[in-house]
């Protein structure tokens, strides 16, 4: 595991079970402009630099039928996050949260979530825009995004 800063203050830090409960096939990789988590932007209006998901074979069979979608929902691994701090102290908030009540990529499991533009196609590799992983994160899953049923307008956040 990477050397990671001492936590800020307010912040705890759990220890993490010995095993795991579940394994992942990574199915393939996202490369961006980041070279890393640093450098990646903590917006998402700043998520602007096209990217591109590379999907490995055998699994880019699953890319079949997805030409016209404009907007993918891309799940990704943070690998390069810690796992183990369970309350936070964001240097833009007045006071520490759960990590349950943040995006912060430092959770239990880091999985990334975004939804990103398609910009185009080509075999196995799709480029996008809107994401915000270092370059060589692993990718997880693609699923369309369709906004008939993932957008919630009437959704609300505490101030």
């Given at each position: 595991?990477?050397?990671?800063?001492?936590?800020?203050?307010?912040?705890?830090?759990?220890?993490?079970?010995?095993?795991?409960?579940?394994?992942?096939?990574?199915?393939?990789?996202?490369?961006?402009?980041?070279?890393?988590?640093?450098?990646?932007?903590?917006?998402?209006?700043?998520?602007?630099?096209?990217?591109?998901?590379?999907?490995?074979?055998?699994?880019?069979?699953?890319?079949?039928?997805?030409?016209?979608?404009?907007?993918?929902?891309?799940?990704?691994?943070?690998?390069?996050?810690?796992?183990?701090?369970?309350?936070?102290?964001?240097?833009?908030?007045?006071?520490?949260?759960?990590?349950?009540?943040?995006?912060?990529?430092?959770?239990?499991?880091?999985?990334?979530?975004?939804?990103?533009?398609?910009?185009?196609?080509?075999?196995?590799?799709?480029?996008?825009?809107?994401?915000?992983?270092?370059?060589?994160?692993?990718?997880?899953?693609?699923?369309?995004y369709l906004a008939s049923s993932d957008s919630v307008p009437s959704a609300?956040?505490?101030?």
């Amino acid at each position: 595991m990477p050397a990671f800063k001492p936590p800020r203050p307010g912040e705890v830090v759990i220890e993490l079970p010995e095993t795991a409960d579940i394994s992942l096939h990574f199915i393939g990789r996202i490369r961006s402009a980041y070279a890393t988590p640093a450098d990646c932007p903590k917006n998402t209006r700043e998520r602007n630099e096209p990217a591109v998901i590379e999907v490995d074979p055998p699994y880019d069979q699953g890319l079949a039928g997805i030409d016209g979608f404009s907007h993918l929902i891309a799940l990704y691994w943070l690998d390069r996050s810690r796992r183990d701090v369970i309350v936070q102290h964001p240097s833009h908030k007045s006071a520490p949260a759960g990590v349950f009540a943040l995006r912060s990529p430092v959770r239990p499991n880091p999985i990334g979530l975004a939804v990103v533009e398609v910009l185009r196609r080509e075999g196995n590799r799709i480029t996008i825009r809107a994401i915000d992983c270092a370059d060589g994160t692993p990718l997880i899953d693609l699923k369309p995004y369709l906004a008939s049923s993932d957008s919630v307008p009437s959704a609300t956040r505490p101030d």
